[in-house]
């Protein structure tokens, strides 16, 4: 079956720790996304990118990190830098370039810091 | 800043009822909308996606467009208990915006 494959799907950090969250996709799509949920609030742009070994900032980059060296894969490490980083992630990804064409979105992950 | 607004709610409505859920968005350069269901505690589901303006309908659900007004909605007919969920509008141009979401109750 085709999809988005995020883990873990649940991740404890302590402080000053960096972390990484996978996302793997067999979509065959250009485009992937992270995106940051906190309660009550919106989706929040991370980081993209829209084709391998090149990725943009989002709106809420600062203390995080991506890698996009396949097409199918793009992790995200949540470094030490990030102050607040519990929250809910989501991985997805689309066909087309930018938000022209509609993303599908991995289970996410709910990071927690301990 | 560009922006998606909606009504958090919670947006009640008995069963069999219609549900109309609305959004407005800032930029007028943006050209494909969706609404995407999310259940508590699980990732966004896209329910439907509009490009131009007018009605289009899927099932039991109606999304409207216009981009003179800049807003968009979604009609959820006959509506289920199984229909409670967060709503998230979006609009995508270069980057797709999302709005925080409107919470959604059907009684049964």
């Known amino acids: 079956d085709g999809g988005i494959t995020q883990s873990p799907k649940y991740l404890f950090r302590k402080e000053g720790q960096n972390v990484t969250l996978s996302c793997e996709q067999n979509l065959n799509h250009d485009a992937m996304y992270w995106y940051r949920q906190d309660p009550g609030q919106g989706l929040r742009l991370i980081y993209y990118?829209?084709?391998?070994?090149?990725?943009q900032k989002g709106d809420i980059a600062e203390g995080y990190s991506v890698s996009r060296e396949k097409k199918e894969s793009f992790p995200l490490t949540v470094t030490s830098a990030q102050k607040n980083p519990t929250a809910f992630y989501l991985c997805?990804?689309?066909?087309?370039?930018?938000?022209?064409?509609?993303?599908?979105f991995g289970q996410g992950t709910r990071l927690t810091v301990v | 800043q560009k922006e998606v607004e909606q009504n958090s709610g919670p947006l009640s409505v008995p069963e069999g009822a219609i549900a109309s859920l609305n959004c407005t968005y800032s930029?007028?350069?943006?050209?494909?909308f969706f609404w995407y269901r999310q259940y508590s505690g699980k990732s966004p589901e896209l329910i439907m996606s509009i490009y131009s303006n007018g009605d289009k309908e899927d099932g039991r659900f109606t999304a409207q467009l216009n981009k003179a007004s800049q807003y968009v909605s979604l009609l959820i007919r006959d509506s289920q208990p199984s229909d409670s969920a967060t709503y998230l509008c979006?609009?995508?141009?270069?980057?797709?915006?999302f709005g925080a979401g409107t919470r959604l109750f059907v009684k049964a």
């Open positions: 979006a609009a995508g141009g270069f980057k797709t915006i």
């Open positions: 990118s829209q084709i391998v070994n090149d990725f």
């Open positions: 997805a990804s689309s066909t087309g370039q930018g938000g022209m064409t509609e993303a599908f």
């Open positions: 930029d007028r350069g943006s050209q494909s």
